[in-house]
């Protein structure tokens, strides 16, 4: 089976514009989440999809937006980027059943 | 709110010595536990389930809903185990600890 798959694996974009990027979860998978990785503050939760619906967001401000479409693939966005969102970003996809997210290799993005 | 403590940043084992990970966690309801790991340069990967009860690379955990814990316990540490270790709670939405930084010298 074919793992968790994002891209571009880097990006560099400057402040002000707009990026998007993309996940496509193990075949099968229904559910996909997002995650912000940083140094000084790890971890964190961005907003969670199944079956195209968004059932879970974190506290991240509007300039994040996500979707996903009918075949569990899923897009995230950020607008209007600012240097602070510069981080690896993690998409990871379950099956709902065995439990557990599988994760992807990520997306680094660097704002200058 | 949910919320994961692990106390250690950092760490260092002996091989061959017992390694214990903390994790603490505060939850109201039926907690949903999990260890990932991430070795150097690769993908954070599941490492255990608490609800499958399983060992995996001689690694255990076990839930104590007393104590809020979710310690991560292996009897005899392998070099190959150097990497950063995440505790997570939840199902649809995981939160994470801070990770611990597990060094094994040899």
């Known amino acids: 089976k074919a793992g968790v798959t994002q891209t571009p694996r880097y990006l560099i974009k400057t402040r002000g514009q707009q990026v998007t990027l993309s996940c496509s979860p193990i075949?099968?998978?229904?559910?996909v989440s997002w995650y912000q990785q940083t140094p000084g503050q790890g971890l964190q939760f961005l907003f969670e999809?199944?079956?195209?619906?968004?059932?879970n967001k974190g506290n991240f401000p509007g300039r994040f937006s996500g979707r996903q479409f009918s075949n569990s693939r899923s897009e995230m966005n950020v607008s209007t980027l600012e240097l602070g969102d510069s981080a690896l970003y993690l998409c990871?996809?379950?099956?709902?059943?065995?439990?557990?997210?599988?994760f992807g290799s990520g997306t680094r993005l660097t704002v200058v | 709110a949910q919320r994961v403590t692990q106390p250690e940043k950092l760490l260092s084992v002996f091989k061959g010595a017992p390694v214990e990970l903390k994790c603490n966690y505060s939850y109201s309801g039926s907690p949903e536990l999990f260890w990932y790991v991430q070795y150097s340069r690769q993908r954070l990967q599941l490492l255990l389930r608490h609800i499958s009860r399983e060992s995996i690379k001689g690694f255990t955990a076990d839930l104590n809903k007393g104590e809020t814990s979710f310690h991560l316990k292996k009897p005899f540490a392998q070099e190959e185990d150097s990497a950063m270790y995440y505790c997570a709670l939840g199902i649809e939405k995981l939160t994470f600890g801070t990770g611990t930084r597990l060094t094994i010298i040899p």
């Open positions: 990871a996809s379950s099956d709902q059943v065995n439990y557990g997210y599988t």
């Open positions: 999809y199944f079956s195209e619906t968004q059932r």
């Open positions: 075949s099968g998978h229904r559910s």
